[in-house]
């Protein structure tokens, strides 16, 4: 397939350098459905980004879509802060009855405003609350937003760079297998805690990614998950879980957090919550650590009627009868299969994830963007991720067929092959 870059134009002229995807993908989008983009000159592209992992049940779903319209076409009501409406108690029931009470999981839903960061805020302000320090861990390699607050308790420099000021109040630990299994599972974070000797302030909370979307598709075990949670319950800490790229099914249950067997004090949801890719946010947390005042944190977005619809139809959808869980398992050894094929034709890559999350990480790491950019010009959307760029990142839809992932996976394997 043969792009031609658009002309300079409107984006060029009057949109901020800060912009990012579009440079390398220079094409002008003008429809998508399903796991398919397609531009303004006719070209179609397969997609493995998802929307960074927001459209995790495709562009356009036709169910969310007719139950967007119906709401639309009858005035239901658009924007309402947090007050009640008939959109938001349809989806907390949804979630209450779909979600939570099959998992026995006791959160409390707050909303934040719409964004990932936002949760992230609201969940590092209320652990300082409850617990009155202010200190959080985080762990290398986190990406957990791009506010000031969540930036903080970020790992990638670059990112971290972008504040102008300071980023206190964090302290970050190894990930699992920072040190190559050469160290103990928290020996370092476990004896600065003990000694009085250490200047590390009690923290109120850590913060862990389950998968390291961001950071390179680093994949905590369980096992490794499960010292955590009983460390921080040990050290009187509250653990928190950013799901927000990595929840609502992505790793196959739909919190990633469920295959570890643990339940987090604070959770955090975004991104696939409303399944079509509308602005919505939760911070979930135990009932005893609800000690917000009202009105303590707000936000004049935090009520989205129209997320609230899509999202309770994607769960009375998909997520009522277990089926969505085992499908994307049996997705995942596909692509997981597909991307041993790659590793073993050549050398110097190699490959990890979880459910239908997955990368590839490169030794020659500039070639992770070639294979990115080879793969564009081949029609297929993937991008890079890991603190150099090095890793290639799998998020294809949930819902995406078995004949897409393999047509997907051979263009992938063209693009490795082809910039060898």
């Known amino acids: 397939m043969t792009i031609t870059p658009p002309a300079l134009s409107v984006f060029e002229a009057l949109e901020s350098e800060v912009r990012s995807y579009c440079r390398g993908w220079p094409a002008v989008f003008d429809r998508a459905q399903g796991s398919h983009m397609y531009d303004e000159d006719g070209h179609t592209y397969l997609d493995f980004f998802a929307g960074a992992g927001s459209l995790n049940y495709g562009h356009n779903n036709p169910v969310l ?3 967007l319209i119906d709401y639309i076409e009858r005035d239901g009501v658009t924007h309402g802060l947090d007050m009640s409406t008939t959109a938001k108690r ?9 979600i939570l009470r099959p998992r026995d ?3 409390k839903v707050m909303f934040p405003g719409p964004t990932g960061t936002n949760a992230v805020e609201a969940a590092l ?5 409850v617990k009155g320090r202010e200190s959080i861990v985080s762990f290398t390699n986190a990406f957990h937003g791009m506010s000031l607050g969540s930036l903080a308790v970020t790992g990638n420099a670059f990112k971290r760079a972008g504040a102008g000021i300071p980023l206190v109040h964090g302290t970050p630990m190894p990930f699992d297998n920072y040190f190559d299994g050469a160290v103990e599972d928290f020996l370092w974070f476990e004896r600065l805690l003990e000694d009085q000797g250490s200047g590390l302030n009690k923290p109120a909370a850590v913060i862990v990614e389950t998968v390291q979307g961001e950071g390179g598709i680093n994949v905590a075990r369980a096992e490794w998950l499960r010292a955590l949670a009983d460390l921080c319950e040990r050290q009187d800490m509250l653990l928190i879980v950013d799901d927000i790229q990595m929840g609502c099914g992505r790793t196959g249950a739909f919190f990633s957090f469920e295959e ?6 604070i959770v955090t949801v975004s991104k696939s919550i409303s399944g079509y890719g509308l602005p919505l946010a939760l911070t979930l947390f135990k009932p005893e650590l609800d000690i917000w005042e009202p009105g303590e944190h707000n936000g004049t977005f935090r009520g989205n009627n129209p997320a609230f619809v899509t999202a309770a139809a994607t769960l009375d959808t998909y997520w009522a009868d277990g089926q969505m869980e085992k499908q994307t398992l049996a997705r995942g050894e596909q692509v997981e299969q597909g991307l041993r094929a790659i590793c073993e034709e050549g050398s110097g890559i190699s490959y990890r994830g979880r459910g239908l999350v997955w990368g590839m990480e490169f030794e020659d790491k500039p070639r992770a963007s070639a294979v990115c950019k080879r793969a564009f010009e081949l029609g297929l959307l993937v991008e890079t991720s890991g603190p150099e760029s090095e890793v290639v990142k799998l998020l294809p839809a949930l819902t995406m067929t078995p004949e897409e992932l393999d047509e997907g996976l051979r263009i992938l394997a063209r693009a490795v092959r082809e910039t060898a």
């Open 65 to 67: 879509k007719r139950a």
């Open 90 to 98: 349809a989806f907390l029931e949804s979630f209450q009855n779909n």
């Open 105 to 107: 999981l006791p959160y």
């Open 125 to 129: 302000k209320l652990a300082r609350k």
């Open 260 to 265: 570890a067997g643990i339940t987090p004090d």
